[in-house]
């Protein structure tokens, strides 16, 4: 399904500028923004915020994104606190990535869990369970 409102690349690039205020304050891989974002990039990141947002509108997918960039910030695996390996933009774009990042699967404790299941409830199930099928297939 198609997102409402701005270009696919466009809602990209604003969640790259989020990830990237994130990766400053954290020491993660930052994105290049002096170039556009690969069409891969872009296919990513947009069908995670499709897949996981209530609405498919620009507003209610970039809600999505802030949520799990705050995931992200919680999660000492992720920023490398556990490891020597930092997570970056490709990973948190992969479909088992974030699925596994919003159901809280990377350290980042049930409370982060509880306020998106609040927040999105049964969409967030629906989504999840596709997610697992679709892993099942591959």
Avoid at 5 to 26: F, H, Q, S, T
Avoid at 51 to 70: H, I, P, R
Avoid at 107 to 124: Q, S, T, V
Wanted: aromatic content about 8%; hydrophobic content about 40%; overall charge positive.
């Amino acid at each position: 399904e198609k997102p409402k409102g701005l270009p696919r690349a466009e809602i990209a690039k604003r969640c790259a500028e989020e990830w990237n205020v994130v990766a400053a304050k954290y020491g993660l891989p930052m994105v290049d923004l002096d170039r556009p974002l690969s069409q891969a990039r872009v296919s990513a990141c947009v069908a995670r915020l499709v897949e996981f947002s209530k609405e498919k509108k620009v507003d209610a997918m970039l809600e999505v994104w802030q949520k799990a960039l705050a995931m992200v910030e919680r999660s000492k695996f992720l920023l490398g606190q556990t490891t020597d390996w930092k997570a970056d933009f490709n990973f948190v774009c992969q479909p088992k990535s974030f699925a596994k990042l919003i159901e809280g699967g990377y350290g980042n404790g049930a409370h982060g869990r509880l306020k998106l299941a609040e927040d999105h409830g049964a969409e967030l199930d629906a989504a999840l369970e596709r997610a697992r099928q679709m892993d099942k297939q591959c």
